[in-house]
């Protein structure tokens, strides 16, 4: 029995095992159109092949193609009744379809094999075929989702709740059914894109939720998976500059996807940077921290202060309202089983951020306190700006709420007008970029964000 296993190991790859597995690692490194013409050449020259092999070929010219309209984002937000191949809105549902239903007729093929044939051939590409229609399955439901997700670009708040509870479903759904090792690539391919999404979703809700360390986590986690994805495209670089020399050679273009997805990271990144200021500041040096910070897109901290240098505000603050939030123990990481009593009064509304001196105006904080829950309502439509004047204590207050835990606050000594629009359209620039909606409508190609 030994000796029978050891002789398999032995025996050369088939020649058709060896094409798929470079038709599927050229796949996984981005390179869609290379493959795509690496199996068409194959199909061109296999015509007196088996049936069953020239149509597994045909299916996989089709997948590459679609791989391509994926990962590139081209089905997103298009009219009907364009031009392009991809002009309707499900083609890419409809892409994937007509591939199933090929791949299907390779299982089938499979199951009805002919006298004389080789059986262990038969075997595999029946079997691979079946899982690779799992894997359209799989697409499709992720192209639905980031349709989703790209018309949720336009709403005011986002519940990434839903869209987390969603992915996991789908990764629980697919997590084993593709995963022959010549799949190897895509299923990994697969498994890392949907857990960089997820992740970076899960750390949108921590963050609205001032969850310091299971927000680092989720950060942390989604950007070890996306460096990983990145060398994928490094290594496709290398191998183009090793096989055609790198002068003539078009630069690769990473798809949209792993682009939109670097970008994503890169905004949450910034609110992350901001919303835990002063967890982090603690940890470094102030010029560090303002180094590291100006890095950031968009840069938060530094926006605010070139904000009141320039109109000379008293103050800028983002005010975290933590009434009913009964594991609330203030900044940065507290031990799980450490005890804190409940805060009281003005402390359930503790200053997240507080510019230029890093401490909360006290003085006025009662007033911020009263307004917040005297104007809730305006507020709560979380675009409208609230203006106050105190004519006691001689000093003008605007507030907006980008999410319903948090308010921005900008205070000014003396009368300042409410329609002065220097200060209403900066703090609903602010405001809206915290939302963090505007990166799910840069999920369409070409859209600006």
Not at 10 to 29: D, K, N
Not at 272 to 278: G, K, T
Not at 330 to 356: C, D, I, M, N
Request: overall charge positive; charged content about 20%; hydrophobic content about 35%.
């Amino acid at each position: 029995m030994t000796e029978v296993l050891r002789e398999e190991e032995l025996r050369p790859v088939p020649r058709e095992r060896a094409i798929l597995e470079s038709f599927f690692t050229q796949l996984g490194m981005f390179s869609f159109d290379r493959a795509k013409d690496y199996v068409e050449k194959e199909k061109d020259s296999s015509k007196s092949a088996g049936a069953i092999w020239v149509a597994l070929l045909a299916a996989l010219a089709h997948l590459a193609a679609a791989e391509k309209a994926y990962h590139n984002m081209t089905f997103l937000g298009q009219k009907l009744g364009g031009q392009s191949f991809f002009s309707r809105k499900d083609s890419i549902r409809t892409i994937y379809t007509s591939l199933h239903n090929e791949l299907r007729k390779v299982v089938t093929m499979g199951r009805h094999v002919q006298p004389g044939s080789a059986p262990y051939l038969e075997d595999l590409l029946s079997h691979l075929s079946e899982q690779l229609c799992h894997f359209t399955q799989a697409r499709m439901e992720m192209a639905d989702l980031y349709e989703k997700m790209h018309l949720l670009g336009t709403q005011k708040s986002i519940n990434s709740d839903e869209l987390v509870t969603t992915l996991e479903a789908i990764l629980h759904k697919y997590s084993s059914k593709f995963h022959h090792p010549i799949l190897g690539r895509v299923e990994e391919g697969f498994q890392t894109e949907v857990d960089v999404v997820t992740q970076l979703l899960r750390c949108q809700v921590q963050v609205s939720e001032w969850h310091f360390l299971p927000a680092l986590l989720s950060l942390h986690g989604a950007n070890s998976k996306l460096t990983a994805w990145g060398q994928l495209l490094q290594r496709q670089k290398e191998t183009r500059k090793h096989l055609f020399g790198g002068q003539s050679q078009k630069a690769v273009q990473p798809p949209h996807l792993y682009v939109w997805l670097q970008r994503f990271q890169a905004a949450l990144l910034a609110k992350f940077s901001f919303y835990f200021h002063e967890a982090l500041n603690r940890q470094s040096a102030p010029a560090d921290m303002r180094a590291l910070t100006a890095r950031t897109t968009p840069d938060y901290h530094g926006k605010i202060c070139s904000f009141i240098r320039k109109y000379d505000a008293n103050s800028v603050s983002l005010v975290f309202d933590n009434r009913g939030s009964d594991s609330f123990q203030g900044h940065g990481y507290h031990h799980p089983h450490s005890y804190r009593e409940a805060p009281k009064g003005v402390e359930q509304f503790p200053a997240v951020v507080s510019l230029p001196s890093g401490e909360r105006p006290l003085t006025h904080w009662p007033n911020v306190i009263m307004m917040m829950g005297d104007r809730a309502s305006e507020l709560n439509t979380l675009d409208k700006v609230v203006h106050f004047y105190d004519d006691k204590v001689q000093s003008t207050y605007y507030l907006t709420r980008p999410e319903p835990h948090f308010t921005l606050v900008v205070i000014f000594d003396g009368k300042k007008s409410e329609k002065d629009s220097h200060i209403t359209s900066f703090l609903q620039e602010i405001s809206g970029s915290l939302r963090n909606s505007k990166p799910f409508s840069t999920l369409k190609p070409g859209s600006k964000g």
